[in-house]
């Protein structure tokens, strides 16, 4: 294995644009961590035409996957947790090449998970419970209880990823093992849902209250950011400006949808504005609930 690590290394090493090189050892036969193969080799590349290409192919009896990728492709697969697979290969992977400390100075950043991503997480992960969970209730009224319950796992499981940020841990692969240590009544929910003998309509009624008297109580904690935003100057932000937000790129599809809520909770103050002299057209904009000078 060094004499094929070192095969790989004195290839990349020769591309300019290879900021760092990470392999991977599959750790067991029936592990998806490296898709089946035996090796994966990921390459973090400044150039973002070259991200997202893989090679498969064998080298000393070795079924390897290549792997291209940018730093920002990189981290946000680690803020958006979709690719669960991304913190095994960050914490445990062998770094081959780390040009500017790169693939070292993540891997310390993902260990420590600093207040600001720990921030961005909560948001991202609420956005996506509330989706979930309003969903299903409408789908409950309607009488389309398989779909309801499809979307009350869903939203249990962004409470469950809450639940362990919160906690101050990176949501992994096995989320459930990791909620049953710290919070056992989310995962004593999940048993409810996914094993009770009651009906599969009274299952999905006992998440969808607990996630009433529960996780809306956490709006507030878990809206931090987009409040802290809100609050960053004196006049009404619209929902354009908003969007625009680097900050909030990572929910902006769903920032409609959080505002309306947080509004409802009187956690945001809805302004009407116009710059149109008729009223024809009023606008709303958003602020945090502050007094406001007269």
């Known amino acids: 294995m060094e004499s094929l690590n070192k095969q790989h290394v004195?290839?990349?090493r020769r591309d300019e644009a290879v900021l760092g090189v990470l392999a991977v050892d599959n750790p067991s036969l029936y592990s998806a961590v490296t898709d089946g193969f035996d090796y994966l080799l990921l390459?973090?590349?400044?150039?973002?035409?070259?991200a997202d290409q893989q090679t498969h192919y064998i080298k000393d009896h070795l079924r390897i996957q290549e792997r291209w990728i940018t730093p920002k492709m990189l981290e946000d697969l680690?803020?958006?947790?979709?690719?669960?697979?991304?913190?095994?290969w960050i914490l445990k992977g062998e770094i081959l090449l780390d040009r500017e400390m790169y693939l070292e100075g993540l891997?310390?950043?993902?260990?420590?998970?600093p207040e600001e991503l720990r921030e961005q997480k909560l948001l991202i992960e609420f956005s996506h419970f509330l989706r979930s969970y309003l969903q299903s209730k409408e789908y409950l009224a309607g009488?389309?209880?398989?779909?309801?319950?499809n979307n009350i796992l869903e939203a249990l499981q962004h409470w469950a990823r809450i639940v362990i940020v919160e906690a101050g841990y990176h949501p992994e692969?096995?989320?459930?093992?990791?909620?049953?240590?710290?919070?056992?009544?989310?995962?004593?929910?999940?048993?409810?849902?996914?094993?009770?003998?009651?009906?599969?309509?009274?299952?999905?009624?006992?998440?969808?209250?607990a996630c009433e008297f529960s996780v809306m109580?956490?709006?507030?904690?878990?809206?931090?950011?987009?409040?802290?935003l809100l609050a960053s100057r004196e006049e009404a932000w619209s929902i354009q400006e908003l969007q625009m937000l680097p900050k909030l790129s990572d929910v902006q599809e769903e920032l409609p949808l959080l505002l309306n809520k947080l509004v409802r909770k009187a956690l945001a103050v809805e302004v009407v504005h116009t710059a149109d002299p008729d009223l024809s057209l009023l606008e709303l904009r958003y602020r945090d609930v502050k007094p406001q000078a007269v």
């Open 107 to 113: 891997r310390h950043r993902v260990l420590e998970f």
């Open 143 to 149: 009488e389309h209880v398989l779909d309801a319950y």
């Open 173 to 209: 692969i096995t989320v459930w093992s990791q909620v049953r240590l710290i919070n056992p009544g989310v995962y004593k929910l999940y048993e409810e849902l996914t094993l009770s003998n009651e009906t599969l309509k009274q299952r999905v009624q006992l998440v969808l209250l």
């Open 10 to 12: 004195d290839r990349l």
């Open 43 to 50: 390459v973090v590349s400044r150039q973002a035409e070259r």
């Open 78 to 88: 680690i803020l958006h947790g979709k690719q669960r697979n991304v913190l095994y």
């Open 217 to 228: 109580s956490k709006m507030e904690r878990c809206c931090k950011l987009l409040l802290t």
